[in-house]
């Protein structure tokens, strides 16, 4: 029931009643039967507060799903007079809509008060326009509140709640995990790589979101959901490349020259105003934590990337109209099917201009940032710290300072590698329709973007997001050495403790490297290593600047080199 203290008397009344209440690992929050948004009229907002306490916790489950029924002609006819469960509501306005109804959240702090989730749901259904907000939190005292506000909904259509409400419960989740790729040549991730140093890392995955084996693209700007099998594929991959920073010819990471990938432009350079062909152009990345994560979304998560933006890209994107956006650095739909979510925009020359960075700004209290150290043709080390289900906030840390807040957003996370499903509801369940084994091994056991479930409702796999994509194409090529993912949102130290650009990576570094041991055999060095620094050295391979002194390697490496070698490994 809904609990309103009319003075401060009362309040301090109520409080102490609530802290004397045992407190409960499990609480349920239940408007009463018949609270209702009127078919007509005003719409106000329905908030409701538990009387149950609930124990503080390392980190907490809520679910909003009472029973309800609709009301006026168009709530009979959207939602029908029978009462069913809202989650079968709103996955009926839109496909997985389920999954903004519930979650897992880490609560670091181990008290209360907490936000668990605040989740605005809207659009135009079937011609009906419907848009709310559903807010669940836990009170200071440890009592639960469920609200749902800014509801708009046209005349004739209002809905009833029959019977219960949200349940909120503790939770103890396990170690956040971190996933990280070191672009050398591939887009495999450190751990697929199979290097000592990676063994423990996530299992997160990396793929171009144009590869052939995940079937037709979907459609560009007004055509988000439709299939056009006769755009191009692979196209990512044609417009990008991996090569040494004495390849490309800029800058070393941290002074050591390094692989690094030099990504596509979210644009197909043959025809770049064309958005169905801009729509599979970037990177998917695949969170592959629901194997032991019950949660189908990432609602507290952190990236973590080492970039640089040469003066081309930066001029570039000064120059052209609308936003200025020279990174496309998240599209967090499944599929690439808007505008980019976080970016790096720059204003003004290279040399002279300057940079921000943001997230969801169109969210709530979401705003750009300024980064004054991101500068044309350097290397920075750029972390998005997300909290969008405890604070609603994405902090921004460029080489380990805290620069400011931004917005936030989820990342969809419905597919488990052990038992692959589509992203809709059935029976009841929140778990999908199994995706069949021929069609997953054909994927290559990456869930497809762009595939959908062949019959009703039509789901997708929702499991991914996408890197350096924006259907728009607005963005520029640019350099990025690491990548870390990780499915916590960072406190402010770990962020900082991350510092600048590290040709190592980020957080499963290589071993510093032995000079002698130049083909990395590990161990101590041998005489093949001569041989192979020697074949380099001739043919002005640029691995043979042992000494890091840039450009073409000179008879000076051939000196450091031996020294190295006789000095051998330790």
Not at 3 to 26: D, E, M, N, R, W
Not at 220 to 249: C, D, H, K, Y
Not at 398 to 414: E, H, I
Request: with cysteine; glycine share 12%.
């Amino acid at each position: 029931m809904t609990v309103y203290a009319k003075s401060g008397i009362a309040a301090t009344l109520l409080s102490f009643a609530c802290s004397t209440l045992a407190q409960l690992p499990t609480i349920v929050v239940n408007p009463t039967p018949g609270t209702n948004v009127p078919s007509s009229g005003s719409t106000p907002d329905i908030v409701v507060t538990g009387t149950q306490v609930i124990q503080a916790a390392p980190g907490y489950s809520f679910r909003c799903n009472p029973m309800v029924h609709g009301t006026g002609f168009l709530g009979l006819l959207a939602i029908g007079g029978s009462s069913q469960p809202l989650e079968s509501v709103i996955n009926s306005f839109f496909t997985g809509g389920q999954r903004t109804l519930y979650g897992w959240m880490r609560n670091p702090s181990g008290t209360v008060p907490t936000l668990l989730d605040t989740e605005p749901v809207g659009g135009t259904f079937s011609g009906i326009p419907l848009s709310l907000t559903f807010h669940q939190e836990l009170l200071a005292d440890g009592r639960g509140r469920l609200s749902i506000t800014d509801i708009m909904r046209p005349s004739s259509l209002g809905i009833v709640i029959d019977s219960g409400g949200a349940t909120f419960s503790t939770w103890t989740p396990p170690a956040a995990v971190k996933s990280e790729w070191q672009f050398e040549g591939d887009l495999l991730s450190v751990k697929q790589s199979g290097v000592a140093w990676g063994a423990s890392s996530g299992p997160a995955r990396m793929r171009y979101l144009d590869d052939s084996a995940f079937g037709p693209l979907l459609g560009g700007v007004g055509a988000e959901t439709t299939s056009t099998p006769s755009t191009p594929q692979n196209v990512t991959l044609a417009q990008s490349s991996f090569g040494t920073t004495a390849n490309f010819g800029i800058p070393p990471v941290g002074g050591t020259v390094d692989t690094v990938y030099r990504t596509s432009p979210p644009r197909n350079a043959t025809d770049p105003a064309n958005t169905a062909k801009s729509r599979g152009l970037g990177l998917a990345m695949w969170p592959n934590t629901r194997d032991f994560w019950p949660d189908d979304r990432n609602g507290q998560w952190t990236m973590v990337w080492d970039l640089l933006i040469p003066a081309a890209s930066w001029n570039a994107a000064n120059t052209a109209g609308g936003n200025k956006q020279v990174v496309a650095l998240i599209e967090d739909s499944q599929n690439n099917n808007s505008a980019a979510d976080a970016f790096i925009r720059v204003t003004g020359p290279a040399g002279s201009g300057g940079a921000t960075v943001g997230y969801s700004i169109d969210q709530v209290g979401g705003a750009v940032v300024a980064a004054p150290a991101i500068q044309p043709d350097q290397w920075f080390r750029l972390a998005l710290v997300v909290d969008h289900y405890g604070t609603k906030t994405g902090k921004v840390f460029v080489n380990g300072v805290p620069l400011g807040a931004t917005g936030s957003d989820w990342l969809y996370n419905a597919v488990k590698s052990t038992d692959p499903r589509w992203g809709d509801l059935t029976s009841g369940s929140f778990e999908g329709s199994p995706i069949a084994p021929a069609t997953w091994t054909g994927w290559g056991q990456f869930p497809s973007p762009w595939a959908a479930q062949p019959t009703a409702p039509n789901a997708p796999t929702a499991s991914t997001c996408g890197l350096f994509a924006d259907i728009t194409g607005k963005g520029e090529s640019v350099y990025i050495a690491n990548l870390l993912f990780s499915d916590e949102a960072m406190t402010d130290a770990q962020a900082a403790s991350l510092g600048g650009p590290n040709a190592r990576g980020i957080f499963y570094t290589r071993p510093a490297p032995c000079i002698g041991d130049f083909n990395h055999s590990g161990g101590q060095p041998t005489v093949q290593d001569i041989f192979d620094f020697l074949a380099a050295y001739f043919t002005g391979d640029p691995s043979a600047d042992v000494n890091n002194s840039g450009g073409a390697p000179t008879v000076q490496d051939i000196f450091d080199f031996l020294a190295a070698y006789f000095a051998g490994c330790n």
